[in-house]
């Protein structure tokens, strides 16, 4: 009974190997295919990687470069200059440039033009666009009724930059003879917990100022036209 049990054995592993061969000889092109599919799938992902990487150093190196200008007006005119179609990437050369950017300077109109451009470019977190706008029309301000519409924007409950905003919209409030409106927005600012101690303080003084019977000097630029 051995002997024959040990031959079935034989006889059936003989069976499955020749299954196997035959199997291999039919499917084994597409086994082939898998492995270099995914061999060339790595490759091509490791090579996007490295693609990213030196367009990153590039980017980086750029900056580097434009921010050991001499002046404000030669690193403007160096961030302008390098290109990219990132839009994280054209955000933040157009914050570093109004960084460099006095309100009222010859370039400042063009700053805020960038930084306006920067902001609807692709779909970018609010605090970036938010802020790009917020820096835009401090760089070079709006009329006053379209000034008034885009802070109420970025006033709004939430947004990152409210408090911000509603120190703008009580100073556009002050500029129109409204001295209530600018007052409770002022005193808002002054009570909120969001608000940084700087504005805070800020927005004390200013309220001291006008209780006091102090007339507001309005030294923002010249809207641009």
């Keep these: 009974m051995s002997n024959t049990d040990s031959f079935i054995d034989e006889v059936t592993e003989e069976v499955r190997r020749d299954r196997l061969f035959a199997l291999f000889r039919r499917w084994g092109w597409l086994a082939v295919l898998v492995v270099v599919g995914i061999v060339a799938v790595a490759a091509w992902f490791e090579y996007s990687r490295a693609q990213d990487r030196a367009a990153s150093q590039a980017f980086g190196d750029a900056l580097l470069s434009a921010l050991d200008g001499p002046d404000g007006p030669a690193r403007v005119a160096a961030l302008s200059a390098i290109a990219t179609e990132n839009p994280e990437a054209q955000i ?12 009222g ?22 605090r970036y666009r938010d802020l790009a706008v917020l820096k835009a029309e401090l760089l070079a301000p709006s009329e006053p009724a379209a000034a008034r519409l885009i802070f109420d924007v970025l006033a709004a409950p ?35 917990a969001a608000a940084t101690a700087g504005l805070q303080e800020r927005a004390a003084q200013l309220i001291v100022a006008i209780e006091a019977g102090a007339s507001l000097i309005d030294t923002a630029p010249a809207t641009q036209p």
């Design 92 to 103: 933040l050369l157009a914050l570093l440039a109004a960084a460099e950017t006095a309100p």
């Design 158 to 192: 939430g947004a990152p930059y409210a408090m911000l905003a509603e120190e703008q919209l009580a100073l556009l409030d002050l500029r129109a003879g409204d001295t209530e409106a600018a007052l409770a927005r002022l005193q808002v600012i002054a009570r909120n």
């Design 105 to 126: 300077a010859d370039e400042a109109a063009d700053v805020a033009a960038g930084l306006r451009t920067a902001a609807e470019a692709g779909d970018l977190p609010r």
